[in-house]
């Protein structure tokens, strides 16, 4: 760490207890390098923690409770005590009830991080199902955090790993739905979202974006369908207007095949799996789920709750750590880039004048 950097707090809200989320906290601080950057704030309760430690025989893993974010210490895995019930928890089975301390976990997070405790916020995976019947009323940690944010503009699930980044047009939605829900329009918003994150949170300079047709061999020039001449080619022409480089449509397998992602710094797919399971299939493990277009930044690891492995010690903390770094490392770019186009003799030129006069 650099000297003078101020450690991050790094809000952690602690997802489904049933699950391998707490797992992949405690074995990813087991490295007490991770410590250095970072000052880990789990939202959860001590007693949650230590059945997990004990179950997976990490008892070397220690934490510090606390009873406020403000309270967290350095160099410690900080533990806010958000219930004081003793959970009765059953690893790797489906939560049900317990989800309702996966939403006081998040709303708690949420919270901090609204109120500037906490610097960013990682979510753990949560079940999606359990959590609504519990009473969450978002369909998932996005709409959620939209909501908490204030953000009445859309925004982008953005999957990112080591030389890959892949954005999608559409979300959770049916695949008989996907056609429908793709417009010249939202291919546009959805690409500037993509292109202002690869500035502001990634650092990217000018940018190249890659789109991806919806149809078989990108339509085929109209013979497997009209979609990407007719929606998806006006909007790449008019991103190039608006100078934004974008290019395509490009048939999504040979595109990911022939290793052609390799030359662009972000990828749009027109819908879930079409840009989800090529990520996975090259990332699995190191992928970051990233929030773009927030006003705050939250990350999640590229997983779900691993019920079928949850309590076994198998589970791998390798998406979780790279979570937690992209978390720092994007809040730090976008603090840099409030600076970019500053003029560092304004102030001075401005002084200048007021004595003159």
């Known amino acids: 760490m650099s000297e003078n950097r101020t450690p991050l707090r790094v809000g952690i809200s602690c997802g489904d207890l049933n699950g391998i989320g707490i797992e992949v906290v405690l074995k990813c601080f087991e490295d007490n390098r991770m410590l250095a950057d970072i000052i880990p704030v789990l939202y959860a309760s001590a007693h949650a923690v230590s059945h997990h430690r004990k179950a997976l025989k990490l008892d070397e893993v220690q934490f510090h409770r606390v009873n406020d974010a403000r309270e967290a210490l350095p160099k410690k895995l900080n533990i806010v005590n958000v219930w004081e019930d003793e959970v009765v928890l059953e690893l790797g089975k489906p939560s049900g009830p317990l989800a309702s301390f996966a939403i006081q976990s998040l709303e708690a997070a949420a919270q901090d991080l609204a109120s500037g405790k906490v610097d960013v916020l990682v979510t753990a995976p949560i079940d999606k199902h359990a959590m609504q019947q519990a009473g969450f009323a978002y369909p998932g940690h996005t709409e959620f955090l939209q909501q908490m944010a204030g953000a009445d503009s859309e925004v982008l699930m953005l999957l990112i790993s080591e030389g890959l980044r892949v954005g999608t047009v559409t979300g959770h939605i049916p695949i008989k739905d996907v056609a429908g829900a793709i417009t010249t329009d939202r291919i546009v918003s959805k690409a500037r979202l993509l292109h202002q994150s690869l500035?502001?949170?990634?650092?990217?300079?000018?940018?190249?974006?890659?789109?991806?047709?919806?149809?078989?061999?990108?339509?085929?020039?109209?013979?497997?369908?009209?979609?990407?001449?007719?929606?998806?080619?006006?909007?790449?022409?008019?991103?190039?207007?608006?100078?934004?480089?974008?290019?395509?449509?490009?048939?999504?397998?040979?595109?990911?095949?022939?290793?052609?992602?390799?030359?662009?710094?972000?990828?749009?797919?027109?819908?879930?799996?079409?840009?989800?399971?090529?990520?996975?299939?090259?990332?699995?493990?190191?992928?970051?789920?990233?929030?773009?277009?927030?006003?705050?930044?939250?990350?999640?690891?590229?997983?779900?709750?691993?019920?079928?492995?949850?309590?076994?010690?198998?589970?791998?903390?390798?998406?979780?750590?790279?979570?937690?770094?992209?978390?720092?490392?994007?809040?730090?770019?976008?603090?840099?880039?409030?600076?970019?186009?500053?003029?560092?003799?304004?102030?001075?030129?401005?002084?200048?004048?007021?004595?003159?006069?």
């Open 199 to 357: 500035l502001r949170d990634l650092g990217v300079v000018e940018p190249r974006i890659a789109v991806l047709g919806l149809n078989p061999h990108a339509g085929d020039g109209g013979t497997l369908g009209s979609e990407d001449k007719e929606v998806i080619a006006p909007a790449i022409r008019r991103l190039n207007e608006e100078g934004i480089s974008a290019m395509g449509p490009y048939a999504a397998d040979g595109f990911f095949g022939n290793g052609s992602y390799k030359h662009f710094d972000g990828v749009l797919a027109m819908y879930h799996d079409q840009g989800l399971a090529p990520f996975k299939a090259l990332s699995f493990g190191n992928g970051v789920n990233f929030t773009a277009g927030l006003p705050i930044v939250r990350t999640s690891p590229d997983h779900g709750t691993g019920l079928d492995i949850a309590g076994q010690g198998i589970a791998d903390e390798g998406s979780f750590r790279a979570a937690v770094w992209m978390a720092a490392d994007i809040h730090r770019n976008r603090e840099d880039y409030k600076t970019i186009g500053v003029n560092p003799l304004q102030p001075q030129k401005r002084e200048k004048e007021r004595k003159e006069h």
